[in-house]
């Protein structure tokens, strides 16, 4: 089991359910973007693992750095105070949740954030929501002892 490919189910679910929750087109991939009409474009990048504690050993718990972000497209032409609105609404479901990883690991969001963009892109505004997180896990790949 690869704890990567969890933390993405949990992230893609917590997603999905603001979507279905807000009521709101999502997608996960910029290929799939609809070429008029509003909708939200979900992704998240993380950092380099770090050894919490050697006391674990290599199987002790690593911490994962990482930023996730709701971009919200909207057409020029409309008014961007509901899609401010929306990306608080983002913002008050997800800042500072926690929710368990499998098989034994957790993410922590911080504190997340609401910005526009100034500029257009292809006919389409830009708001978005943005936070960062934690993740803590176990490397499940690391033997058991510090020899190699």
Do not use: C, L
């Given at each position: 089991m690869d704890v990567f490919d969890e933390l993405r189910k949990v992230l893609e679910q917590h997603a999905v359910q603001a979507a279905s929750q807000l009521n709101f087109k999502i997608i996960f991939d910029e290929d799939e973007a609809p070429k008029s009409g509003a909708y939200v474009h979900f992704w998240y990048e993380t950092g380099n693992s770090q050894l919490m504690s050697a006391a674990g050993g290599r199987r002790g718990f690593e911490c994962t750095p990482g930023v996730l972000q709701f971009n919200i497209y909207y057409p020029e032409k409309q008014p961007t105070a509901q899609y401010v609105r929306l990306a608080d609404s983002i913002k008050r479901l997800l800042n500072?949740?926690?929710?368990?990883?499998?098989?034994?690991?957790?993410?922590?969001?911080?504190?997340?954030?609401?910005?526009?963009?100034?500029?257009?892109?292809?006919?389409?505004?830009?708001?978005?929501?943005?936070?960062?997180?934690?993740?803590?896990h176990r490397d499940s790949q690391a033997s058991e002892s510090f020899s190699s």
């Open positions: 500072r949740k926690q929710w368990i990883v499998a098989p034994d690991g957790y993410i922590t969001i911080e504190v997340m954030s609401v910005q526009r963009q100034p500029v257009t892109k292809n006919g389409f505004r830009v708001v978005w929501t943005r936070g960062g997180f934690d993740f803590v």
